[in-house]
């Protein structure tokens, strides 16, 4: 697809037309298009100010965001109904949103939790989990080709259990390895786009949070290079789009197992570059991973550790609806364990290396007949192939899949511990019963592990998120479905509802049900 977000999106409309009058006394000057120039200036000057010179702040969750609507109550279009703002050609734009999720496990059964000191059970009993956040995306044209993005972000949250017990099937995408409960403030992304036209048929690039409408070359190549989510650039999907306004569970808001570099909260630095030809898109990207695996600091020496992808992509029509297929790859070269040299170590000399003697980093287990990742981390690679498919069955319903094998051979080192995993569904808008900025869907998500994570999970060991103490392996797997109903074209109330079973991959444990509410506006 292009770099704008279709389909969902369309065309920027044409700015009201200024009536011609005619008068006795001469015109007076029309002094709005230089205010207009001086403040476009003006706030240029002060983003690239802030780029350049502002310190670096945590990173926050990744999400896209959604497109925004031509016809909803928000800051552009309420300048451009002023004539303040020109969304053919636009030099900059402001999009915010807010968003509060809310989340209540009910009690479910389990013959042990922690057991024999491991940390990472799911809790049994009862609890609630919530996270809010609050967005700016920021967005100004440097030079013909040239955009720049500054994208900050306050979120506050409570995970279920600590943000442990569950592998592939997290039931709040925007949770993260480095909340808290008290508000906190990050920048999620400051990156660079250059774009450079090939020629072909044109495109009409709407504005859009991190877009700025312009039209571009429909062959092009776009090259991105900053601090941002690599999912802002690969696995987009129309269908699904942005997680805040459809799925809760983070099983479908990107493969499940595609363990890609970033710090704890989602964010890498790197740089990427997409060709556009037609109908076709091949993406390539080197991103940085953390220096420890699932923690907040960045590894910078991205020639030595990095995380490597690339994507192809293909648009079609079919039976006159759109639709895509997606083929990604990726390839880690990161500082990580393998579960079975961990296992060699331990049967080596179970009293010296076991989860309660190391004194490198570890996730600090107390169970010392287990073996530990942190005797075993040395240079490893990790690969993983997936396929992501999307296709409108009317104008307004789609159907997604994702698919994933990776090797498992290593440990989680920035997203999910689950190997392989699958996710379909569907998407609707509320058109067929008179509501069409309402939003409803049903998706079904499955993830596993491989028998090496199996095996070492068996003897009591943990990894960045689970590890119960004992395992019998079973896949781990969610139903979810959601309704959300819109006011004002810009204000969503959702309800939603998650069975979860074989949490943490373990069928000793569950199945888990779990209701959530959201609340989300976008300005």
């Known amino acids: 697809m292009n770099s704008c977000l279709p389909p969902r999106q369309t065309h920027c409309p044409s700015l009201p037309a200024t009536p011609n009058l005619t008068l006795n006394a001469p015109p007076a000057p029309n002094v709005r298009p230089i205010y207009v120039a001086a403040c476009s200036r003006l706030v240029r000057a002060c983003f690239v100010g802030w780029f350049l010179f502002a310190p670096r702040l945590a990173n926050a969750q990744a999400a896209p965001p959604a497109g925004h609507d031509e016809t909803a109550f928000d800051f552009m279009n309420l300048m451009s109904d002023h004539d303040l703002h020109d969304f053919k050609n636009e030099t900059w734009n402001l999009y915010g949103q807010f968003t509060y999720i809310s989340s209540w496990k009910l009690p479910f059964s389990a013959p042990y939790t922690n057991a024999n ?9 009862a609890e ?33 259990s600590e943000l442990r017990g569950i592998g592939g099937s997290i039931q709040n995408f925007e949770l993260q390895k480095a909340g808290a409960e008290t508000p906190q403030i990050y920048r999620s992304r400051t990156y660079i786009r250059q774009t450079i036209g090939f020629g072909g048929d044109r495109v009409d690039k709407t504005s859009d949070p991190m877009q700025l409408a312009a039209v571009a070359d429909k062959r092009r190549l776009v090259l991105s290079a900053g601090n941002f989510t690599i999912l802002d650039i690969f696995d987009r999907n129309s269908v699904t789009w942005d997680p805040r306004q459809t799925f809760f569970n983070m099983a479908f808001m990107t493969y499940s197992s595609w363990d890609f570099p970033s710090d704890a909260r989602g964010y890498s630095w790197g740089g990427t570059a997409e060709l556009y030809w037609d109908d076709w898109a091949w993406r390539i990207g080197r991103i940085t991973p953390p220096q420890n695996p699932n923690q907040l600091p960045v590894d910078f020496r991205i020639w030595k550790f990095y995380g490597d992808q690339t994507e192809f992509e293909h648009d079609h029509v079919l039976l006159g609806k759109p639709g895509a297929v997606r083929l990604l790859g990726y390839r880690n070269q990161v500082h990580t364990g393998r579960f079975d040299d961990a296992i060699a170590a331990y049967q080596s000399d179970p009293a010296a ?42 104008n307004d319903i789609g159907i997604f899949f994702r698919g994933m094998y990776s090797d498992g051979n290593t440990e989680v080192d920035a997203y999910n511990p689950a190997d392989r995993s699958i996710a379909f569904g569907s998407v609707a808008k509320g058109s067929a019963w008179h509501r069409p900025f309402d939003v409803a869907g ?10 090496e994570h199996a095996r070492y999970l068996s003897m009591g060991g943990v990894d960045g998120f689970i590890g119960d103490g004992h395992l019998r392996q079973a896949a781990e797997g969610v139903v979810e479905g959601f309704y959300s109903v819109n006011l004002l074209k810009a204000i969503w109330f959702s309800a939603d509802y998650q069975f979860m079973w074989n949490p943490g991959f373990n069928a000793d444990r569950g199945p888990v049900n779990i209701l959530g509410g959201r609340i989300h506006a976008e300005f």
Not at 117 to 125: H, K, T, W
Not at 371 to 393: M, S
Not at 442 to 451: A, E, R, T, Y
């Open 442 to 451: 049903v998706g079904f998500g499955m993830s596993w592990i491989s028998d």
């Open 117 to 125: 000191g491991s940390i990472n059970s799911l809790v049994p009993d």
């Open 353 to 394: 290396y076991n989860a309660t003697t190391c004194t490198s980093f570890n996730y600090n287990s107390g169970n010392a007949t287990a073996p530990d990742l942190c005797w075993a981390r040395k240079t490893n690679v990790k690969l993983g192939i997936g396929l992501n498919l999307e296709q409108y069955v009317t």
């Open 128 to 160: 609630r989990s919530y996270t809010g956040t609050f967005t700016l995306f920021f967005g100004v044209k440097l030079w013909p080709g040239a955009e720049a993005y500054l994208v900050p972000e306050v979120i506050q949250e409570r995970p279920l």
